[in-house]
């Protein structure tokens, strides 16, 4: 009985991850298997029914009063528009056009969209819940594979807590005292090298299984010059006014990111307007779709949080350090490359924010004493390139099961017939490019550390 008590952590992750692969809704598992576990700590004499009352605080100040999480449902509402008046739509059709003669050529129109939207929004929630709604429905009809859809829609949209402006990069500025600026420069190359990672693997992989990715017929589309400048244009300059729209009232400091989901969806409902497509039938069904996403979003996001919570609480991020720690570590390479495992696997368990105040705070200092010259011209760059590695490593946080949020946003947009196990088989791949990433920018720092120099930021 002591042996269940002091591992009823482990045993929380198995039954979760049991039940959500049996199918029972996300949000519905995530707080019913906390709850559970929860009375079963209380019985054990490891978790006190008073700990319950710390939660309602927390889903208010994570959830509820997250001014970040506002832009969920704006966001939400403009990429419903989108995809009703046919914008979106019309904006894929040109891309696959445009890259027909390229092995998976809407795969790669869709990782090019997500990485335009993550430097508009810096809300992977946001990012993954747009692509879902405006991508998925055309490369499901165009005979895509569900693995690879699912897979390139959430690996495209967690893009956004890289590439600025990311509000993960505000975060760990603030937390080792770093200017977001140079944070923000620092995670421009990486970012992009990242994407630049999924489009390579998503060309070799649709080479070699063309039946995953059907290209388009040459006789579909434009047959003539004329033709393709016609349907570039019309498909293009709507939606490049809208990335206008929002990332101009961002750059141009008129608005904040959460601002300009409401900026976003006034230009979305011009665009429907635009297209003659903007009628009170269309915006019954924006409303309604929305509303339900958004309740199903929140609902996965308060089961999160109280899974995160009881997990916590049973000693869960204790037994993954303590794991991790008896590998016995002690020169400062192995100590840099056991951080970035830990993050890595604490990424199954925890969101962002938790693994940031839970690693950084212990390993940074540590670190700081370590000498990596001439690894890095100077030492003192040092804390920039390790927290941009930290946040490259992050991204898997999202996609990682069963506590990934891209997976859960995904989950509450999909069609009953993309299940849960679509979802983690797509990931995989797409996770191992991640760790590959990371790897890369381990071995060659000048991949982060370039741009700062060049703007002044580590002079």
Request: one cysteine or more; a negative charge.
């Amino acid at each position: 009985m002591e042996w269940i008590a002091d591992h009823l952590s482990v045993l929380m992750f198995l039954v979760l991850t049991f039940i959500m692969f049996v199918g029972y809704p996300v949000a519905f598992v995530l707080g019913g298997v906390a709850l559970a576990f929860g009375a079963l700590g209380i019985a054990f004499d490891v978790f006190r029914p008073a700990q319950f009352g710390s939660l309602i605080p927390r889903i208010w100040g994570q959830a509820v009063q997250n001014q970040v999480l506002i832009a969920v449902p704006m966001f939400v509402f403009m990429g419903t528009i989108l995809e009703k008046s046919g914008v979106a739509d019309e904006l894929l059709k040109a891309l696959q056009v445009i890259t027909r003669r390229i092995p998976g050529g809407l795969a790669i129109s869709v990782t090019v969209m997500g990485t335009i939207m993550a430097a508009t929004t810096g809300i992977v929630g946001a990012s993954v819940i747009m692509l879902t709604l405006i991508a998925l429905p055309t490369m499901l009809e165009r005979g895509y594979s569900k693995e690879l859809s699912v897979g390139t829609i959430a690996s495209a949209g967690t893009l956004g807590i890289l590439i600025p402006p990311s509000i993960m990069l505000v975060i760990m500025g603030d937390l080792m005292t770093l200017s977001v600026g140079t944070l923000f420069t620092a995670a421009i190359l990486p970012g992009l090298l990242l994407a630049g990672v999924y489009l390579v693997y998503i060309c070799i992989y649709a080479a070699l299984n063309p039946k995953m990715a059907p290209p388009l017929s040459s006789a579909e589309g434009p047959q003539n010059a004329t033709e393709l400048l016609r349907l570039v244009l019309r498909s293009f300059l709507p939606p490049a006014f809208l990335i206008f729209v929002v990332l101009g009232s961002i750059f141009g400091g008129w608005a904040t990111p959460t601002e300009a989901g409401g900026t976003g969806c006034a230009g979305a409902l011009l665009l429907a307007w635009w297209n003659k497509r903007l009628n009170l039938k269309m915006l019954n069904e924006v409303i309604e779709s929305s509303a339900l996403t958004n309740a199903l979003v929140f609902f996965i996001i308060f089961g999160a949080t109280l899974f995160s919570f009881v997990f916590r609480a049973l000693g869960g991020d204790d037994l993954v350090i303590e794991l991790l720690k008896a590998a016995g570590i002690d020169s400062g390479w192995e100590i840099l490359i056991f951080v970035m495992v830990l993050v890595f696997i604490m990424g199954f368990f925890f969101d962002f924010l938790e693994i940031c105040l839970i690693v950084l705070p212990i390993f940074a200092p540590i670190l700081l004493k370590v000498d990596f010259t001439p690894h890095i011209a100077e030492n003192k760059d040092f804390m920039v390139w390790f927290v941009i590695l930290v946040a490259v490593n992050l991204q898997s946080a999202f996609l990682t099961p069963p506590f990934g949020f891209a997976l859960f946003y995904m989950k509450a947009t999909v069609p009953p017939s993309v299940t849960m196990a679509h979802i983690y088989r797509g990931i995989v791949p797409f996770v191992a490019l991640q760790v590959l990433t990371v790897a890369i920018c381990m071995i060659w720092p000048e991949i982060i550390l370039y741009l700062p120099r060049e703007f002044g930021f580590l002079d």
